[in-house]
């Protein structure tokens, strides 16, 4: 992988950031369109998205675009796409309208969930990345320098308790936070932990599993019960807690390359059970879907859930 690709991504991620809030350099409403109709006010309770479902497939046309153009591998090509990415970013790494229809309808279903089991929250104003992509690309200093202008957007609207939609604004706001922002205190909690267990509208696939969920959030047992009455169909070793294999992200926009191989193997481990895979996370989904090959037919969580 070329260093000079790493400095091009993070100049990037960095700058895209600090003018929109964002990751990328994306229309600044894509993650506000789920909230048509909706209320939206402050609460000391917020129902919080980072933007993690609208992002998602515009990483995979990202991904796309690194694989076509080999822009990983350094030289004129990197240089060309990070500049390219910077100027056109809001036209070439635009999402697939389905998939901005289909992401705006996984987050509403959430709000519904979370309304159904009575839980009171309010919305953002506007929804703002968690940085939680600086962090995992090793990018601590820039993380920490985000993180801190994240929290005071936070504690600048009153919020005392976050409620996450996604594992990876889970684990960088309940593991990591505390560790870069001073005095960081905002509860945050994942809607998996206030929905209540029901029916499910698809029954003997098999669950794929976030690793963060499973591994470092300790909700591996929590997906199952959720989704217990669709009968999934399990392996002590390619749904085991600890012996699953990985959706391949979050190094798609380092190693595109590799990401894809071990995706590729996690279909065909879950292929095995089921043509049916239930995710709970964007990045997992957008990396298995541009591998299923009609193996499987991938769903979330959120969609399932009755």
């Not at 506000?32 to 515009?58: F, N, Q, R």
């Not at 703002?128 to 962090?135: E, K, R, T």
Request: with cysteine; proline share 4%; glycine share 8%.
């Amino acid at each position: 992988m070329s260093i000079e690709w790493i400095s091009q991504l993070r100049e990037i991620v960095v700058d895209s950031l600090e003018k929109s809030w964002l990751p990328f350099p994306v229309k600044e409403d894509l993650c506000e369109s789920w909230k048509k109709d909706l209320h939206v006010g402050l609460s000391s309770t917020i129902l919080y998205t980072s933007c993690m479902y609208h992002i998602a497939p515009v990483i995979e046309k990202a991904v796309e675009n690194l694989e076509k153009f080999g822009v990983t591998k350094g030289g004129v090509m990197a240089r060309l796409a990070a500049v390219g990415t910077k100027a056109f970013g809001g036209f070439l790494l635009r999402p697939e309208e389905a998939e901005v229809k289909r992401a705006d309808a996984i987050v509403r279903r959430i709000y519904e969930l979370l309304r159904r089991a009575g839980v009171e929250f309010g919305l953002l104003d506007r929804e703002i990345y968690s940085g939680a992509l600086l962090y995992e690309l090793g990018l601590v200093d820039d993380f920490a320098r985000y993180a801190r202008r994240a929290a005071e957007y936070f504690k600048k609207r009153g919020v005392r308790r976050i409620i996450t939609v996604d594992p990876h604004t889970q684990h960088v706001l309940e593991k990591i936070y505390p560790k870069y922002v001073e005095g960081f205190d905002i509860e945050v909690v994942s809607y998996l932990d206030l929905i209540k267990p029901g029916g499910v509208s698809i029954n003997g696939f098999a669950i794929h599993d976030s690793c963060l969920y499973a591994r470092f959030l300790g909700k591996y047992e929590r997906v199952r019960q959720l989704l217990a009455a669709g009968k999934p169909v399990e392996d002590p070793y390619i749904t085991g807690k600890d012996t699953a294999g990985c959706c391949g992200g979050p190094i798609e926009s380092t190693f595109p390359g590799v990401a894809k191989q071990i995706a590729k193997a996690r279909v065909r481990d879950l292929a095995k059970l089921s043509r049916k895979v239930v995710v709970q996370c964007p990045i997992c989904y957008v990396n298995l879907k541009r591998v299923s090959e009609g193996e499987v037919e991938l769903y979330h969580m959120a969609e399932v859930l009755l």
